[in-house]
């Protein structure tokens, strides 16, 4: 019974401690200082639509205070909302208070702060908007007002990338044709004639290889067919780390062979077999 008596207790406090505006009023003038339109703000009804030109300044001041005793204070958020009610765009200005609940807002349109919505020739809705941790939450309807209308903003130079590009399409080249057979014989001749005439020399000279097949020879002889069997290999399907691992295993036993090769043509030439 008593935690609930607190609660209401507390609710009742702070339904007491709201938020009120005092002395609400504006002030329109030109670039030279000139006073076009300045009045009191009354809070029940709003006055004639605000006009401002390219150059014109609004001036805004008010006090905030607490509604029972009038003693001013300093919300916790301050904010101006600028909307549009025909686009539905709004924008939110803040707005500094001083300890004392004294606040200060000009709108110069020579330099119109980036939080104005776009405008055209409708007019904004200005309200004052008040939040604190302590008060009741504050809303204040104070006028319309009719701004120059937006210039269109320049295109951004990345624009054209956020757009719909056209669909891409591939071109590709025909098939490159083949030459003639005749053409494909000849230099296919050009390529072996070395080996026909090498095979034409050795004829000749009557090379002669006796111990080719001997068990010493042979060994090395394969190893090195086999080697060539892996470069055909290579270019017609391996890749360079297939060939790299291959050879490597290849050249182990190559090595051995290859001495044992050289150890037994020198055992022939010094007549010992």
Known sequence: ?????????????????SLSLQSPRFTISTSDATQLRSDTLSLTKKPEPLTLGPTDTLKLTFQI?????GKGVQPHQTFLRFYDKASGEEGIQPVRVTPGGKAKFELNMARPPASIPPTTHNPLEVSLILGSFVHAPAQY???DLYLPASHT???????????????IKHT?????????????????????SP??????????IGVK?????SLSIIPFTALLGAFEVLLVWYWVDLKLGQVLLYGGILAIPTVFAGKQALYATGEWRAGRK
């Open 153 to 167: 903003p320049a295109e951004h130079p990345d624009e054209a990338s956020f757009h719909v590009l056209p669909a």
């Open 195 to 204: 080996w026909l005439v090498l095979i034409g020399l050795w004829s000749k």
């Open 172 to 192: 590709f080249r025909p098939e490159q044709k083949s030459p003639p057979q005749f053409v494909s014989a000849v230099f296919a001749a050009t390529v072996l």
């Open 65 to 69: 205070t607490e509604s029972d005793e």
């Open 209 to 213: 290889v006796p111990n080719l097949f």
């Open 141 to 143: 309807d104070l006028f």
């Open 1 to 17: 019974m008593v935690w609930q008596f607190s609660w209401l207790l507390l609710a009742a406090t702070v339904q007491a401690a």
